[in-house]
């Protein structure tokens, strides 16, 4: 049996959570509280991956605890705790969210037309601010528009230009490339036949990698936006760790998939180039900005090795 394989009896009608942890468990020992609330769900087999914590995930009543030896990131986490999944289908929940008592039950009849897809809910902050949960493939021009720092003023008129599907609203349903990997329902069967998570991508992106695999596979991805959910985000890691993780990831994406990482890099670094020259005229007029230190830092993220 392989390490993606389920142990023991599957319940078809029943759920495997998984919830990777790292860091404060707080967040996620909430989130265990807001899954048995849950109102109308089907049996749910509760998982928690401490993925080698600094703060160790105690043992909870009712959820499987595993223990990883060493911290693989999100992909290695949500394999770990697949392997120990015994149900038919799966959801993998970000430990940072926010679940309404009815969640589960409302995402599993938004998703009933689509048996045989990865189905995801529309992702809000705190804030009430969309996080964009329906995505285009990453292209090279989505990257470096994000990272120009002149254009941030005018993100909410370029959510196309960075990747973002900007049809991915409250009230609708439809497939999309793909989903934000925050909160995914999937069957347990083509999550493993399609060999997991991509676990050489240590933090963001292996969601993007997966349903690649899963759409050349006919496996869709469907945006839920019927179905919401509440995500903090960023509760497990420092910004700069943040941008490396994904810059490194973004460029391992572009390698597998032939997306010229070379011409990635370029222009990420001239993206960066501009970045000083812009901010040093912010400097000039009195803004609180250390050009040289943030482009030493974004081509510190750039540079191979950045990931960990």
Known sequence: ??????????????????????GDPAPALALLDALRAQVGAPPLQ?????????????DAAGATVLRRETNGGFGAAV?????????????????????????????????????????????????????WTGRRWPRTRHHVVEWLTPLARFRPSLEEAVGHDTRCVAGAVLPVDWVLGAAL?????VFREVGGFDERYFMNVEEVDLQRRLTAAGVPSIFLGTVQVRHEGGGSSDSARRVRWVT???????????EHPGLLRFGLRAASAVNLAFNAGRRMFGRDVRPLETYRRELAAIRPGGER
């Not at 990831?249 to 390698?255: F, G, L, P, Q, V």
């Open 46 to 58: 509760l998982i928690v991956v401490d993925d080698a914590s600094p703060d160790p995930f105690p």
């Open 248 to 258: 490194q990831a973004r460029i391992r994406y572009a390698e597998k998939w032939g």
């Open 1 to 22: 049996m392989s390490a993606l394989e389920a142990s023991g009896d599957r319940t078809p009608s029943g759920i495997s959570v998984v919830v990777p942890h790292y």
């Open 79 to 131: 394999n770990t705790g697949v392997a120990a999944a015994s149900q038919e289908r799966l959801l993998v929940l970000n430990s940072d969210l926010r679940l309404d008592p009815a969640f589960v039950s409302s995402l599993v009849a938004a998703a009933a037309p689509w048996p045989q897809a990865v189905a995801a809910p529309m992702v809000v902050g705190l804030d009430d601010v969309t996080q």
């Open 185 to 189: 329902l999937m069957p347990a069967d």
